[in-house]
């Protein structure tokens, strides 16, 4: 029963925007607050949890229903989100008050980047086509509808290798990474399915057309919010590459992808709060294979603390060298 309702800790996420839209002034930061405070902290307290699922479990929890249900549980909390953000906006904008208004972007910014894009991601890689259809949904709502086109087609090609934007070099800042990653995904998008990536622009300029006529006001800060919503994103992509490489096997081929290529964590919160997104090394090694059933593989590089923490450390590139460096397998 515990596999089952732990992974609504990931709507934690989104009891903490809803607070926060409803708040003022510094409370209306809760949303930022839980997810990279409070969060970061249990996460120093709680052990790892390597167990694997067992065996004759994992068939089950790949056909449930109940794991299904709560990805496209996503779609009605993200567009809440969105419809909190287009009321309270414009009220702070009316009266002066910055403050909240910059809390109300970051908690819609923690919505998109840690709940929306991540189950988009999830979602994605389904082969049925309802799945896929929701993915870019979820994308176009925070404006990084390339995601769904890169990542699938370019990332899973090229990850850990020079061709890959959205792999991070040894030494290289979240910071210089940011304008590499979003400007490689999304040329590669554009060059891997144009016609594709046509349609999800046009999505999202239906959508930024409906908000401009819903409410004015609301659209620059949805703008704003979306990019700390991919801003999130791409810090994600950053800590589960960082500094790791396929050596390359001839002048056409690298070596296969396996889970020595990305960072493993099995702190608890970031795996039940990011639908086990944390168990990154078995996704790459299987990208089809369903969230509550990736494995933790002993000999994947192992991240020193969870999602949220590593998140944080980025921001501080000394450090994070500090940390990480002496960490990357042959290094």
Known sequence: MFAHLRYLLAF??????????????????????????????????LPPMVQNPPVQLRSKREQSAWFDLLLLLALPAQLYALVLLIWVSPEDIARGD???????????????????????HELGHRPQKHYQTLAQMLL???????FFIDHNWGHHKHVATPED????????????????????????AWRIDRA???????????????????????????????????????????????GLQRKKESDLRYE??????????????GRFMLFELTRHSDHHASPHKKYPILLNHDHA???????????????????????????????
Do not use: D
């Not at 910059?102 to 929306?116: C, D, E, K, M, Q």
């Not at 296969?256 to 919160?269: E, G, K, R, V």
């Not at 944080?312 to 460096?325: A, D, G, Y």
């Open 196 to 242: 594709l990536m046509g349609r999800l622009c046009m999505w999202e300029v239906a959508l930024f057309l409906t908000i401009l006529w819903i409410e004015p006001m609301a659209a620059g800060p949805w703008i704003l919010a979306s990019v700390l919503g991919f801003l999130l994103l791409e810090t994600v992509n950053y800590i589960e590459h960082y």
């Open 301 to 331: 590089p192992q991240m020193p603390a969870g999602y949220p923490a590593m998140m944080v450390l980025t921001l501080l590139p000394f450090l994070w060298f500090k940390v990480m460096n002496h960490r990357i397998p042959n290094n």
């Open 12 to 45: 934690s996420l989104t009891l903490s925007v809803c607070v926060s839209m409803y708040s003022e002034g510094w409370a209306a930061f809760i949303a930022l607050a839980y997810a990279f405070g409070f969060v970061p902290l249990l996460e120093i307290i």
């Open 256 to 269: 296969t992808t396996t889970p020595i290529h990305s960072w493993n964590s099995n702190h608890p919160l």
């Open 98 to 120: 910055y403050l909240s208004l910059a809390g109300h972007i970051t908690a819609y910014g923690v919505s998109s980047g840690a709940l929306a894009i991540n189950v988009a």
């Open 140 to 146: 176009v709502t925070t404006l990084y509808a390339q």
């Open 165 to 188: 934007p959205s792999s991070a070099r040894k030494n290289e800042s979240i910071y210089a990474f940011w304008m590499r990653s979003v400007w490689g995904a999304w040329r590669s």
